[in-house]
């Protein structure tokens, strides 16, 4: 054995852990601005991450008594960095500043825009939708040329393209 591994087994977050995580998490949310607001989605990605610290805080002493010394089983991490790295990979479309092709319905209209408002909403079935302004940008302005437009309807173009 190194001096760096541990003489404990790895033992998965006991019943009391997994209370007091769920309390500190819950408050830690309740601590936010009013005005904040975090999808579902990233505070399921959150979550992990802050199982795992809150967990590996409470073994090294720094949150209270429990198993300390105890190293938590390497799986933890490993699930927790894994959704992390596979949410940072989403393609998540076109963002605000980026020039975009537009070739949705209006055929009239296709060609290239810049993006200048994105609007994210949940419908009934609680299913995010993402609305884009396409701008035009001309005598040092940006103008509106298209509202309400679908993800579908708009490809984002390499960024050599940018301004």
């Known amino acids: ?14 019943e009391g852990e997994r209370e007091q995580m769920e309390a500190a998490f819950r408050t830690a949310l309740e601590q936010l601005p009013e005005n904040t607001s975090f999808a579902h989605a990233v505070r399921e990605l959150a979550r992990p991450l802050f199982d795992s610290g809150w967990i590996s805080g409470v073994r090294t002493g720094h949150t209270g008594p429990a198993l300390a010394d105890v190293p938590l089983p390497p799986y933890m ?17 076109p963002s605000i500043g980026q ?3 537009y070739h949705g319905s209006q055929e009239c209209c296709h060609g290239r ?6 609007e994210r909403e949940l419908d009934r079935r609680g299913r995010e939708s993402v609305l884009y302004r396409l701008s035009e ?15 579908a309807s708009v490809t984002a173009l390499p960024q050599h393209w940018q301004m």
């Open 77 to 93: 991490f490993g699930t927790a960095l894994a959704n992390l790295s596979a949410a940072l990979h989403v393609d998540n479309g």
């Open 137 to 151: 940008y001309r005598n040092g302005a940006f103008v509106t040329a298209l509202t309400g437009v679908h993800a």
């Open 1 to 14: 054995m190194t001096s760096i591994e541990s003489a404990h087994r790895a033992i998965p977050a006991t």
């Open 113 to 118: 825009y810049w993006v200048t408002r994105i």
């Open 99 to 101: 020039l975009v092709s």
